[in-house]
């Protein structure tokens, strides 16, 4: 969906919807460690032993001249959406984990975590409840700086009126498919149709604040009879933009839930729109110096913008959807947001019905280089982008996961992770290597001088005992090299939220309850 999403954290307590409403700029009182459930003091606080760091070879991924450094500045890491970093995670040395919960007893769970190149601080798009925000964070104290309350989605209003939550926990809309500028300015399209640049700075008073430096209403470029509060249940059509980034030559793309694509063009307000016929998209999307790549619940689409703005589809390959949607997804059709390759290849995977295939293409004409089947027959599905690095892909096994309600105490997934490689002739790919891990619903991570892939996972048991652990694993081997307790019970699923290793070497986990942090100790 890479999907974020969805963490969305999609409204989560039920009755504690319109509580802690929270102002622009407002800093609230955090509620200090997220609590754990029955059980932390009957399993392994660590298991396994430090990691040796062994780069994973390959070329770095070049930097969008219009979006913050490689590493720090979307959910993705990167223009690429590649979702490795060009620094070291934790190795596992004298691990400590640590979490921060929001005040009043609202979850608090972070769908994107970037990092500020100038100030350090962490920008992450949040829910509180069932309301969504901006946080600035200490990286350090996973303490609120500032915060800016953000609309709540239609989705949300109705999940919450209805109590059906299906539709909340499958929607990517509502602002965590952000990024950061090269001002560190988060790019951020609302659920009230405005895409905005925040700005992020101290003032008069010595505090820190959010500030919106820009603001572009959508609103009439899309269908807007949308659920509020006042009016869950409208007749006409609601088309939320799900995904923002910007292409190479500044220009801001969105696209939407039904297949609408657009441009803004930050210089000028001027936006141009194009939409996909009978075609849905739940993703994000990765942008290259050659053009945009989209993939629909149909296909994989490359796009650039013509002289006025205007996108332009210059190919289109379809892939097998399958026949419906699997556990473990959120609509039918791939779940990954494109991951590009170098300069020639983009990959995906697709939604087909016995086994799932990781799926290279040519950027230049959308030609399939390759598939490889991945996981057991009848139980494979992914939900999240694929990590993409030099020759190797790595894809994890999402199958049966729904979402936090669904999960049984003491249950699991299939499980499963693997990592696939481009031959070295680039006209087939190969698997390397299997793992067994059962890393849910996070979005997985690559650190490139570590060498290590990191997982969020969780082991079925017998004695109920729900418990979450960051894991480590080799990426030239498929070995688990540790495992670190983040916390037990439900408050520490992550609910589709991604790992996010930050420029010091931690690697945050948004959860249910609020964030997670594990760090190395000297």
């Given at each position: ?24 700029g ?11 459930g029955p059980g ?6 660590y ?10 070879p390959?070329q770095p ?15 993705h890491a ?8 060009p620094?070291?995670?934790?190795l596992g040395?004298r691990p ?45 104290t ?16 109705q999940a ?8 909340v926990?499958?929607d990517t809309?509502?602002?965590?498919y952000?990024?950061?500028?090269g ?26 604040r ?19 509060w ?23 793309w969105?696209i ?17 729109t194009?939409?996909?016929?009978g ?18 619940d ?14 332009e589809?210059l ?9 419906g949607?699997?556990?473990?997804q ?7 947001t ?11 995977t697709?939604n087909?019905d016995?086994?799932?295939h990781v ?15 991945v996981?057991g ?5 992914t939900?999240n982008?694929l ?7 790595f ?23 693997s ?5 070295a ?10 793992s067994?891990e059962?890393?849910l619903?996070?979005?997985?991570k ?9 997982l ?21 081997t ?10 037990t019970g ?6 589709w ?7 010091d070497?931690?690697?945050?986990v ?12 000297p």
């Amino acid at each position: 969906m890479s999907r974020i999403r969805r963490y969305l954290a999609a409204g989560t307590a039920v009755g504690t919807v319109m509580a802690g409403v929270l102002t622009a700029g407002a800093t609230p009182a955090n509620a200090g460690p997220v609590p754990d459930g029955p059980g932390k003091w009957l399993v392994p606080k660590y298991v396994g032993g430090p990691a040796t760091p062994r780069p994973l070879p390959g070329q770095p991924v070049p930097a969008n001249p219009h979006q913050g450094p490689v590493g720090l500045s979307s959910m993705h890491a990167d223009s690429y959406a590649s979702d490795t970093y060009p620094f070291s995670g934790p190795l596992g040395r004298r691990p400590e984990a640590v979490s921060e919960a929001k005040a009043g007893g609202l979850p608090g769970l972070c769908s994107t975590v970037t990092f500020a190149k100038d100030t350090g601080l962490i920008v992450a798009q949040c829910t509180q409840g069932a309301n969504f925000m901006l946080r600035l964070i200490d990286p350090k104290t996973l303490q609120d700086l500032a915060t800016y309350q953000l609309p709540p989605r239609p989705s949300t209003v109705q999940a919450v009126v209805s109590a059906d939550f299906d539709k909340v926990l499958t929607d990517t809309s509502g602002g965590a498919y952000y990024y950061l500028d090269g001002q560190d300015r988060a790019v951020l399209a609302d659920s009230a149709f405005h895409l905005r640049r925040f700005a992020h700075d101290k003032g008069p008073d010595g505090k820190w604040r959010f500030t919106v430096t820009d603001d572009w209403d959508l609103s009439g470029y899309l269908p807007n009879d949308c659920a509020t509060w006042t009016n869950p249940w409208p007749k006409g059509e609601c088309d939320p933009i799900t995904s923002v980034g910007p292409d190479w030559g500044g220009l801001i793309w969105w696209i939407s839930r039904n297949g609408r694509i657009g441009t803004v063009d930050p210089e000028t307000g001027t936006v141009k729109t194009i939409r996909l016929d009978g075609e849905g998209i739940q993703n994000s999307f990765a942008t290259g110096a050659d053009g945009v790549s989209i993939v629909s619940d149909h296909a994989l689409y490359k796009l650039r913008a013509a002289a006025d703005g205007t996108p332009e589809i210059l190919w289109r390959t379809p892939y097998d959807r399958g026949t419906g949607r699997k556990p473990g997804q959120i609509d039918q059709g791939s779940g990954s947001t494109p991951t590009m390759l170098g300069t020639e290849y983009v990959a995906i995977t697709d939604n087909a019905d016995d086994r799932m295939h990781v799926q290279v293409h040519r950027r230049e004409d959308g030609r399939l280089v390759c598939k490889v089947p991945v996981f057991g027959s009848g139980a494979s599905a992914t939900d999240n982008s694929l990590v993409g690095y030099g020759n190797s892909l790595f894809v994890e096994n999402n199958y049966g996961y729904r979402n936090f309600f669904e999960l049984a105490p003491g249950g699991s997934t299939v499980g499963g992770v693997s990592r696939v490689d481009m031959d070295a002739d680039g006209q087939g790919c190969h698997t390397v290597w299997e793992s067994k891990e059962r890393s849910l619903s996070t979005v997985p991570k690559v650190s490139v001088p570590a060498g290590l892939l990191y997982l969020y996972t969780k082991e079925p048991r017998r004695d109920l005992i729900d418990a979450w652990y960051l894991t480590a694993v080799d990426v030239h081997t498929g070995k688990t090299v540790y495992k670190v307790l983040t916390g037990t019970g439900k408050w520490f699923d992550n609910n589709w939220a991604p790992i996010t290793l930050g420029p010091d070497g931690t690697a945050y986990v948004g959860v249910v309850g609020g964030l997670v942090a594990v760090r190395d100790r000297p």
